[in-house]
């Protein structure tokens, strides 16, 4: 069989003749045990019904005759074959000439109806009485009557109903004429021309509510366009009668013929239900007849002529496609109803044939003010195309239970109902075309709308296999109850019913009825399609069988159309995903999950920015603290740089100044007189340090000091640091001895002297640190021009050398400058002795040892140190003797230095020289060279340098 999907048609095209059918045949599935019921049909006529189906209102009695089986029509023919069902249409049984001796089907004897049909011999009339009503399906203001007759019918005898322009329309299909439309709006109704003038007899909502009637081809090929023969089906007319017994004229909204195809059908009892669904309202459409009359055919059709469903699904997504201004969303389920219990055909496994249905959650139908009767828990597929939309039907048809019957090789045995779920809203707040004002959508809401297509199984008399009988029974019965659903329906609206109360309708009596409850009570547009078969052929029984089926089937349409009034409403657009019936509007609960899900991402989106940017400005702030921590450096560096090269200056301005005041301070005082002798804090040790300076151990002791210490500073600088003793009181510098002994340039001869032999011990500390480094650098110098050979730059060696050698030339250059300096003092002190022997020669010495012990001690302090004399430390270890006051006379002083060499003299440490000048004795020289030295050494004892030396030196001591 064929499984082709049918394909959208173009909005305005003719109906495709490729357009394939439902993708599942119904051979694709059969229930165990029918085909052999299939392959002995009815040999000795139709069983009578089980005791079941006896309970049930009506019995169901046997038949009297078996019907034929028709050939190639069965599932299964003699040889035991299947065969296609779309495969010789005219073997079906041709209904005997009379339906004389059939018995009432159970639908017959549960339904009333309402109005007996004409005698058979009499010329067709009116069987039911009803109005048509302003409509939604016929489109009409004015109704058309089924008792209108054909007089009073359109030339056709058709009920019209145009085709959207988006539609497939254009087809043939066209050429029908459209009586009495009417649309919402005003616009489209006057563009219709009205050709059913038939009155309105004021049904309100009947117009809702379409029934149809088809005929079956004959198998015989005897079909029912002879007017000679029991039916007469005038499709033109609307038009079935029976000439037969209880015959009768029936009139419908749409009488289809049996040359009529699916497209036709659909066009006229769907087509516009469609249209209205997709804008709002519920839509209804079922098939109901006989087994084997063409139901499955209609709803569902074959690749070649497709059916109602697939051309719904073809229109709805027309529909979508015609109107951009709201969108839609779209959802599926399928159900069947086999044996009064729900099935999920979405949920099945394919081809369970029942069997998955053991395993499914009970489905049980519920009740909402909203939603009306539903199924619940329903699987609910979301569609987006119509492929996708007729695969899941297709899923759902390979699930739905099919058998063999007598009269039906692929007998639906179930109830199947597919129900589309239109979801739509307003895509603009508002519409500036005012398209939408045409149609009277509101922007805002979300609107649902449900459509029904169902395919009911078919009625039988009896089945052969006991599975069969209780599948029939249960399709009776709930058909039985539909029927009586009309009936009461049909009761009420005449006014013989007390109860006008729905409630009183036996709609639980079934699922199907229970199920259909909305659509029945009038809240629904409603289409039914009666399926009947007028040919037959095989025995009378067989043929009265059919007829009286026949009959039923028409008195059911004619109740249906008479009873069911439909005050369909648009579907109210539902705001929020509040309540019950909110929350089946997916459509606005995807809105809302996509705005907060954008939400959610702008959010996110927002955060990261922020987050960028925040991490952007810790960098910058990170970027600029190491900036700024590198400049801070940068400044520290520099302000040390700057701070070293003030000290290197400050060091060598003293320096330089040390030099000029001593120069100055050489007898240059304000009164051009020399100054007197004063006492100086060096005064006692220096003299002791000179005599050191001459014993070799001595020299080494201070050379090692004076080296030790300046090898920590830089050539040619000091520090300016204030001088600790190793008790950390500060410790005056020798500067202050340069600007003499009271700061102003007048300085005593004694201090004079002894400023300048600080200096020259100064100096020649500093000579000797600078020889030493000057040999350090030599040696440096000349191991790496040695090794600079090997090293493979040696641009940078020659580059490093030449800096050195100029350094060592500035360095000889300086050693130079203050050799002659030296040379200068030394030949200051020379002046400055000569000096002072003349004045005391001039001034003559009243006290003669005083003279010889000033003359003595000055020229022991005074006199030059020999060559190479050994530099006094930078740092000296005597505490600064407190400074005289100035009221102290040269004299007073000369007196206390006198006394204090008369001492000496007397205890033996010096001898008197013959001319006044003093020596120490020799016998204690050695004694006062070490007594000097630990005095001299002892405040130095606190450098860690020195320490570390002091022990070497005792020992050379
Ligand atoms: N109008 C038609 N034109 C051609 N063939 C038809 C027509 N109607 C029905 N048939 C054929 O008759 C056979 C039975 O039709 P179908 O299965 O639709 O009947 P049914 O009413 O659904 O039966 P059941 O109630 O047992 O399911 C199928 O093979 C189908 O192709």
């Given at each position: 069989m064929t499984t082709t999907l049918p394909r959208p048609r173009t909005a305005n095209g003719p109906p495709s003749s490729a357009l394939p059918a439902l993708p599942v045949p119904k051979t694709r599935k059969s229930v165990v045990g029918l085909a052999a019921a299939g392959r002995t049909p009815s040999k000795s006529g139709l069983r009578a019904p089980s005791a079941t189906i006896h309970t049930s209102p009506p019995p169901y009695p046997a038949p009297t005759t078996a019907l034929p089986i028709p050939k190639g029509v069965h599932g299964v023919n003699s040889a035991g074959k299947t065969i296609r069902?779309?495969?010789?249409?005219?073997?079906f049984p041709q209904p005997p000439g009379r339906a004389a001796s059939m018995p009432p089907s159970p639908l017959s004897g549960a339904v009333t109806p309402v109005r007996k049909a004409r005698a058979p011999q009499a010329a067709p009339k009116i069987s039911h009485s009803t109005s048509a009503t302003p409509s939604l399906l016929n489109g009409s203001g004015e109704g058309k009557s089924l008792l209108g007759g054909a007089g009073a019918r359109n030339s056709d005898g058709l009920l019209s109903i145009s085709s959207p322009p988006q539609s497939r329309s254009s087809s043939a299909q066209d050429s029908y004429s459209t009586s009495a439309t009417t649309y919402d709006d005003p616009t489209e109704m006057n563009g219709t021309p009205i050709r059913d003038k038939r009155t309105s007899k004021g049904a309100e909502g009947k117009g809702n509510v379409l029934v149809s009637v088809r005929v079956r081809p004959d198998a015989s090929g005897n079909n029912n366009a002879n007017p000679e023969g029991e039916w007469m089906v005038d499709g033109r007319k609307s038009l079935v009668a029976y000439r037969g017994r209880e015959g009768g004229d029936y009139y419908y909204d749409n009488v289809f013929s049996t040359h009529d195809d699916n497209s036709r059908v659909y066009d006229h009892i769907a087509k516009r239900l469609v249209r209205r669904v997709m804008e709002g309202y519920h839509g209804t459409v079922f098939a109901y007849g006989m087994t084997g009359t063409g139901k499955t055919f209609s709803m569902?059709?074959?690749?070649?002529s497709p059916g109602v469903i697939p051309l719904a699904i073809t229109d709805i997504f027309s529909y979508i496609r015609e109107t951009p201004s709201r969108e839609f969303l779209l959802r599926v389920s399928y159900l069947e109803i086999y044996n009064e219990r729900i099935h999920d055909l979405l949920s099945m496994?394919?081809?369970?044939?029942?069997?998955a249905a053991g395993t499914q959650e009970e489905i049980k139908l519920r009740e909402d003010s909203k939603r009306g009767v539903y199924a619940t828990p329903l699987k609910e597929e979301i569609v987006q195309s119509p492929t996708q939309l007729l695969r899941v039907i297709a899923r759902g048809d390979q699930a739905r239970r099919t058998a063999s019957t007598q009269f039906n090789a692929r007998s639906s045995r179930s109830h199947a109902v597919v129900q589309i779920v239109v979801e739509s809203r307003e895509r603009l707040p508002s519409n500036p075309t005012g398209e939408n004002k045409r149609s009277g959508l509101l922007p805002g809401g979300v609107r649902v709308s449900t459509l029904s297509l169902i395919d009911l199984a078919g009625s039988e008399k009896a089945a052969e296999t006991k599975e069969r009988r209780a599948e029939g029974s249960h399709i009776n019965k709930s058909l039985l109850t539909l029927g009586t659903v009309i009936s009461k329906l049909s009761e009420h609206k005449e006014g013989k019913g007390v109860d006008k109360d729905a409630k009183h309708l036996p709609y639980r009596d079934s699922k199907l009825t229970r199920l259909l409850q909305g659509a029945l009570s009038g809240n629904s547009l409603v289409s039914i399609l009666c399926t009947i078969q007028t040919g037959s052929a095989g025995s009378a029984a067989s043929a009265n069988s059919h007829a009286t089926e026949t009959l039923n089937t028409l008195k059911f349409a004619s109740r249906a159309k008479n009873s069911i009034v439909s005050h369909a409403k648009r579907a109210e657009e539902a705001l929020g995903a509040g309540g019950e019936g909110g929350a089946r509007v997916l459509l606005e609960r995807y809105r809302m999950e996509i705005q907060e899900l954008r939400t959610q991402l702008e959010t996110q989106a927002k955060t990261n920015k922020n987050k960028a940017e925040e991490e952007e400005m810790a960098k910058d702030e990170e970027e600029e603290r190491v900036r700024e921590k590198e400049a801070e450096a940068r400044h520290e560096e520099q302000m040390l740089e700057m701070q070293l090269a003030r000290t290197a200056l400050k060091e060598r301005i003293d320096h330089l100044n040390r030099l000029i005041l001593s120069s100055k301070s050489i007898g240059v005082n304000a009164g051009g007189s020399y100054s007197a002798l004063g006492i100086h804090h060096r005064f006692s040790q220096n003299s002791f340090r000179t005599s050191i300076a001459t014993s070799t151990g001595g020299r080494s002791l201070l050379e090692r000091s004076a080296s030790m210490n300046s090898s920590s500073s830089t050539i040619g600088r000091r520090s300016a640091e204030p001088r600790h003793s190793s008790g950390g009181e500060p410790i005056p510098t020798e500067d202050d001895d340069s600007l003499g002994e009271y700061g102003d340039g007048v300085a005593s001869l004694q201090a004079q002297n002894q400023s300048l032999q600080a200096d020259l011990a100064d100096k020649n500390r500093y000579i000797a640190t600078l020889e030493k480094r000057l040999i350090q650098a030599r040696r440096a110098s000349s191991s790496r021009a040695s090794g600079g050979f090997s090293v493979p730059n040696k641009g940078i060696m020659v580059g490093e050398d030449h800096s050195v050698s100029t350094l060592i030339k500035e360095k000889d250059a300086e050693i130079a400058e203050l050799r002659a300096r030296l040379e200068d003092k030394d030949r200051m002190l020379s002046a400055l002795r000569s000096a002072a022997r003349s004045r005391d020669a001039a001034e003559g010495l009243t006290d003669s040892s005083k003279s010889e012990a000033r003359s003595s001690l000055l020229c022991d302090a005074v006199s030059p140190p020999p060559q190479n004399a050994l530099p006094d430390p930078p740092v000296s270890g005597h505490k600064k003797s407190p400074v005289p006051s100035r009221s102290k006379s040269v004299d007073e002083m000369s007196r206390i230095l006198d006394e204090m060499i008369q001492d000496r003299v007397e205890t033996g440490h010096i001898v008197r020289g013959s001319r006044g000048s003093v020596r120490v004795a020799l016998e204690n020289k050695a004694e006062a060279l070490a007594e000097s030295s630990k005095v001299d050494l002892e405040p130095l004892r606190g450098g860690q340098s020195l320490m570390n030396e002091s022990k070497p030196l005792a020992l050379e001591v």
């Open positions: 069902k779309t495969v010789s249409i005219n073997s569902q059709g074959t690749a070649s496994a394919t081809g369970g044939g029942g069997g």
